[in-house]
């Protein structure tokens, strides 16, 4: 964590610097810095949640909503990459995998999970709660 804050640190640069900015009340500032975060599709949950959170802080729903939409679709094809054609010495693990899901009826017939992994299952939550707020 940053000296003095709950924001924790990251790798990235320019996470840094819009957590540094948002720190100093520069919101706007913080909003540029996370939002071009991720315009680079990176697998990194953090600055999908703070934008959710300024958004929401900002009653801005549609932006909010926007950040939600675009958080699930990066992580499900982060989530789909990791289990399509496995290689020579992944193909054993996962078949064991899918007969493990299958096994403890985590999958539905067609061998799809019937959980969402995380951050999806929170932010499909938050989605809905957003969706209402708009009606």
Not at 15 to 39: F, H, P, R, S
Not at 125 to 131: S, Y
Request: glycine share 6%; hydrophobic share 35%.
């Amino acid at each position: 964590m940053a000296k003095g804050s709950d924001i924790p640190v990251t790798s990235l640069p320019i996470i840094q610097k819009a957590g540094e900015e948002e720190e100093k009340g520069k919101i706007e500032d913080a909003i540029k810095g996370y939002e071009t975060a991720i315009k680079e599709k990176k697998v990194d949950e953090y600055p999908f949640d703070r934008l959710m959170i300024i958004y929401r802080k900002l009653k801005k729903y549609k932006d909010e909503l926007r950040v939600i939409n675009k958080g699930i679709r990066v992580f499900e094809d982060f989530y789909k990459r990791q289990s399509a054609k496995p290689g020579a010495g992944k193909k054993k693990l996962a078949d064991l995998s899918n007969a493990f899901m299958k096994t403890a009826r985590l999958n539905d017939k067609k061998g799809r999970p019937l959980y969402q992994p995380e951050p999806i299952a929170r932010w499909l939550k938050r989605k809905a709660v957003v969706e209402k707020k708009l009606k």
